[in-house]
């Protein structure tokens, strides 16, 4: 990306850096435990990362053992192009070809692949993990964080660094809303597919709580409203019991209704 | 995108009491206005689009706008 926007930029990447100086040998394994690289598909035409990621790789024990596609003809992990977002079927026939390419662990070096592969059940590792990790039996099949996660993640990220780097301390980041949400699976799964955030949600609910701007079914005492985020409308049906909003649907729109 | 005439909805407005009425109202998307029937408190307007016109309708015709 450098080279092609910002040809007069020099750079060095982080995996350059960690096979010319060497990294931690904590991890070190002893056995010859073979590997698969998987390459991004951002570094397809940087030989120098290619290469770097394989030598740090070896330095820690592990044998690679390469891919019929791989740097420069990498195949797509199923992220690439926000794929991801824009034909979900697509992305999980990339991921599936994939990963159904080599029996062996896999080794990535971006974050987008490993969540991709491991949410299909690949043992994936990302080269941080052969590096750090205190359980590599655990980081290569970590679960994907939520949406939701990711969001509450970068933002604890923000505060921490703003804090521990610029002295400057933030406390309107994160809401506290005086209901408590219960959100079964079912709904965490509506959220993931659906893209919808916790704070989406939160939003709605303490709209709709504070200003009655809600829908309301006789029938089955269940609650309706709805909040616009910038370019989306979110839709949330819960249920208000004694002392929990029992989260029942959530859905979203783009296209805004003129309520005059 | 036009609801079924016949189509009524146990929701009622929890702000005014009032039970939905199918109006004419306009949604906006990508730059265009469109006028079509949805259900409607009679009293503070607020629109309600249940899940099914959310991801069934609605859906497919911001994917029809958003493909031309």
């Not at chain 1, 971006?110 to 059940?121: A, T």
């Not at chain 1, 099949?141 to 780097?165: A, D, G, M, Q, Y």
């Not at chain 1, 002295?167 to 079912?186: A, C, G, S």
């Not at chain 1, 616009?228 to 929990?244: F, L």
């Amino acid at each position: 990306m450098f080279e092609k926007y910002m040809g007069d930029m020099n750079f060095i990447s982080l995996w350059e850096v960690m096979d010319k100086y060497g990294v931690p040998e904590g991890n070190k394994i002893k056995e010859n435990k073979i590997l698969t690289v998987h390459d991004a598909c951002s570094t397809r035409y940087n030989k120098e990362i290619q290469e770097s990621i394989r030598n740090v790789a070896t330095s820690l024990g592990y044998k690679i053992k390469e891919l019929k596609f791989s740097k420069e003809k990498t195949k797509c992990c199923g992220y690439g192009g926000l794929v991801y977002f824009a034909n979900r079927e697509q992305s999980k026939d990339f991921v599936k070809d994939r990963i159904n390419e080599s029996n062996h662990d896999y080794l990535v070096y971006c974050s987008m692949c490993k969540d991709l592969f491991i949410d299909e059940g690949k043992k994936t590792f990302h080269i941080l993990d052969l590096i750090y990790s205190n359980d590599l039996e655990k980081a290569a099949l970590r679960k994907v964080p939520t949406l939701s996660r990711r969001h509450e993640n970068r933002t604890l990220l923000k505060i921490k660094l703003l804090k521990e780097l610029w002295n400057e301390e933030v406390n309107d980041l994160i809401e506290d809303y005086e209901f408590k949400l219960n959100i079964p699976d079912n709904v965490q799964n509506q959220m993931k597919d659906r893209l919808i955030l916790l704070d989406d949600i939160e939003k709605a609910i303490d709209n709709a709580e504070k200003n009655k701007e809600k829908f309301f079914n006789p029938q089955n005492s269940h609650y309706l409203c709805r909040f616009r985020i910038s370019n989306v409308t979110y839709w949330v049906e819960y249920e208000k019991n004694k002392d929990e909003i029992l989260v029942k649907s959530v859905y979203s729109h783009r296209m805004e209704v003129v309520e005059e | 995108m036009n609801v079924n005439k016949e189509e009524t909805t146990p929701w009622i407005c929890d702000k005014c009491s009032e039970e939905l009425e199918l109006r004419k109202v306009t949604v906006r998307y990508l730059g265009g206005n469109f006028e079509v029937e949805l259900m409607q408190c009679p009293k503070c307007k607020t629109v309600i689009i249940e899940e099914d016109l959310a991801l069934g309708k609605m859906l497919e015709v911001e994917k029809g706008l958003e493909d031309k």
